[in-house]
């Protein structure tokens, strides 16, 4: 594998982006050149360890072999065609997702917004006429188009952008009653993300997400599950809902479905999936031919490596060093852990956290200001574990003083 760094440095490459690219991101300032497993080498040669990597997208870790093998073969023999063709790979991922979710069809597309975006649609193609509206969660998160923004009920993502799309009405996250009180003659679906990702780990209450399925059920209203963060291995499961023995009618998906790749997925029952009918929704890069062989080989290769079990292995030891570290350092109100998803919540802002982590070479994020958000890759060596929680417990007991 190369091992050559970038050609610029990084205080280089941060002035080419201050010239030529828009400044929508805050962008640490450190370009990072290569990645390999759960390490990244920065443009000078400095190796980080990587709890975070690609924002979740990087579930096997980073470069993962048969990914990018099988990349490379697919892009020497089609790269791209319209979905007004067949092409073996597509159908393939999509039996191959089916099988080890509720049965049922996939709509392709590139990104979870997008994903969401087509659960929305359907929804509303679906639903009887006159019903439209959509319940979504306080913390939740679906993505930054407009429809996703709307439905994200977190009023900072909604600052300058009104109006917004209508049809969105917002529940408290674990309060079944409030559901219930919101449910009326136009409402058509209840969309949730199973465990809160960029909202700070938040696991559901026992029985919460039944008790939505009944609400549902009882109501003609179709349950939607945003899986873009939990699915596909993240939680020790395939899929987050199989923890909680609630199955949604829609489940959208992206983020590390494609290993890296991009790419999103949008699956539902054979008897919902008509309704988004030809003409009515289409993602010209979806499904395409690298997408799909990415898609196939990270199942291929988390089942070939026993990965699902691995994860909930590494999950265990997540638990213990970070439960212990609970005991031990006042900062740490809150440990948070379901797989591979992992939340620290903090007395204190986690921004220095974040930058005493880096300046020791481990990278990790926070979200709503005081959680630390750890992702991992399933393919993490135990040893890993140790030393990145061993930096974490090193630089919070230097921020309490």
């Known amino acids: ?210 008790g939505l399925r009944k609400l549902a059920d009882d109501h003609g209203l179709l349950l939607v599950f945003d899986e873009v963060q939990t699915g596909c291995g993240r939680t020790g499961q395939w899929f987050a809902y199989q923890h909680f023995g609630v199955t949604p009618d829609i489940m959208t998906l992206a983020k590390s479905v494609c290993g890296g790749i991009a790419g999103g997925a949008l699956l539902t029952t054979a008897e919902i999936a008509p309704s988004l009918r030809p003409g009515m929704h289409a993602a010209t890069f979806g499904g395409n031919p690298i997408a799909a062989r990415a898609g196939i080989a990270a199942i291929e290769m988390i089942e070939n490596e026993g990965l699902l079990e691995h994860a909930r292995a590494l999950s265990e030891i997540f638990r213990q060093r970070l439960i212990d570290l609970q005991g031990k350092c006042e900062l740490v109100r809150d440990v948070r852990v379901l797989g591979l998803m992992i939340g620290v919540e903090l007395s204190i802002d986690g921004t220095g956290v974040v930058q005493g982590c880096m300046d020791r070479k481990l990278l990790v994020n926070c979200t709503h200001n005081t959680v630390l958000r750890l992702l991992p890759a399933m393919n993490l060596a135990p040893q890993q574990v140790h030393d990145g929680c061993d930096i974490l417990a090193q630089v919070l007991q230097e921020q309490a003083g």
């Not at 300032?29 to 080498?41: D, K, N, Q, T």
């Not at 679906?142 to 529940?171: I, S």
Request: one cysteine or more; a negative charge.
């Open 1 to 210: 594998m190369a091992t050559a760094e970038a050609t610029m440095n990084s205080k280089s490459i941060i002035e080419q982006f201050q010239q030529y690219v828009v400044p929508n991101y805050r962008r640490y300032p450190i370009a990072l050149a290569r990645g390999e497993g759960s390490y990244v080498w920065d443009a000078e040669g400095l190796r980080y360890l990587d709890f975070f990597p690609g924002w979740g997208c990087n579930l096997l870790g980073h470069c993962p072999e048969p990914i990018v093998k099988a990349v490379q073969e697919q892009v020497a023999t089609l790269i791209h065609v319209p979905n007004t063709w067949y092409t073996e790979a597509q159908g393939r991922w999509a039996k191959l997702l089916s099988e080890r979710s509720f049965g049922g069809q996939a709509f392709f597309c590139n990104s979870g917004t997008e994903a969401n975006e087509a659960a929305i649609k359907l929804v509303r193609l679906h639903a009887p006429k006159g019903r439209y509206k959509i319940i979504t969660f306080e913390g939740g998160f679906h993505g930054r188009t407009l429809g996703a923004t709307a439905a994200t009920a977190q009023p900072k993502y909604h600052e300058g952008l009104g109006p917004l799309m209508a049809g969105f009405v917002y529940a408290p996250f674990g309060d079944l009653a409030a559901v219930e009180r919101l449910i009326d003659d136009e409402t058509a679906a209840i969309m949730i993300e199973p465990i809160q990702g960029e909202g700070g780990i938040n696991i559901p209450p026992e029985g919460y997400l039944a």
